[in-house]
């Protein structure tokens, strides 16, 4: 199977199945010296680790991160990270009735289809699950970025009908309730509505935006390697996510260029812009404001209520989804697009330390000066 590894500078191969002994996944690229533990990774997984609210599965997975190598000390050494977390509550047992028969919004038929074979314990590779991998590698990313001032916060925009406005955030409120949602009080009536889908065997999906604060302008490229091109294709490989805008997005389509332009303006002779109507993105490139963008994901696809789908052979039959799963996938899917996107940048920045040969030269001189030896040649 390819398509398993992200990134061109900064490097990362996911493993594992929902099911199977364990996931993981390999960091290559990460520079040397970063400091680096268990517990930088940890804080990561167990923002979404499942069994932490009456809105995600009951699964009960510590999905406790062990590092197998590429740290010495405390710190990277340059080499390839390995990041292992074990399966230890699986239930393979509840998808038994699942066999030969195609659950709908999954990718059972799909697989089926290409490989002519599938693991239908929790879908295996195409699990959720597989996430953990992204966010153990992010997790990494994100404290790359922390180190040269950039931030990356996701948050939850909406979930179903019930959205905050911007001029409405509040991003004390985050982590103070369960659905990661900035603003109180429409946290408190989401919940309402969950419980609701919940009552009626169902499932709800909303939206995540996410805002990369710190980033100077001048990342990214301006054919293929844009960097909300990026940033689009690592969000939407995210299983459940089946939208995505950056800045305005859709909106931008029934404005005028007049008001959709961001003016230029200047301050002490330091350039900014008066909007960020292009969500932080010019031309592919990073123009120095904050870089905006927001996913849309789905209803969590596997539902206890009864639904028509076919077996294998196409014969029709009703299918009952056994097991444990979230009523709504976005609170835990909040930290997901958030590791995507802090490996996003972090390859962008990589890529964009070769584009100018004043980089290039200052990189050489730093070596001569740090080099072991240096003093000695002086």
Known sequence: MSGS??????????????HGKGIGVVVDGCPAGLPLSEEDIQCYLDRRKPGQSRFTTARREGDAAEILSGVFEGRTTGTP??????????????????????????????????????DYRGGGRSSGRETIGRVAAGAIAAKILRELGIKVQAYTKA???????????????????????????????AEKYLEECIRSQDSAGGIIECRITGLPA?????????????????????????????????VAARAKGSTNNDVFRSRNGQIYKASNHAGGVLGGISDGSPVVFRAAVKPTSSISREQLTTDREGRETTLTVKGRHDPVIVPRAVVVVEAMAALTVVDALFAGMTARMDSVAAFCQDLRQTSPGSALRK
Not at 87 to 116: E, L, W
Not at 232 to 249: Q, R, T
Request: hydrophobic share 35%; with cysteine; net charge negative.
């Open 218 to 250: 001048g990342i990214g490229d301006p054919v293929f390697e844009k960097l909300d091109a990026s940033l689009a294709k690592a969000v939407l490989s995210i299983g459940a996510v089946k939208g995505f805008e950056i800045g305005d997005g859709f």
């Open 81 to 118: 990270i390995s990041v292992l977390v074990r399966n230890t509550d699986q239930r393979s047992h509840d998808y038994s009735n699942i066999m030969d028969c195609y659950r709908p919004g999954h990718a059972d038929y799909t697989f089926d289809a290409k490989y002519g074979f599938r």
């Open 5 to 18: 590894i992200y990134g061109r500078y900064f490097q990362i191969s996911t493993w594992g199945e929902s």
């Open 159 to 189: 979930i179903g009908p019930f959205s905050v406005e911007e001029q409405d955030y509040d991003f004390s409120q985050t982590g103070k309730n369960p659905l990661c949602m900035p603003h109180a009080g429409l946290a408190e009536e």
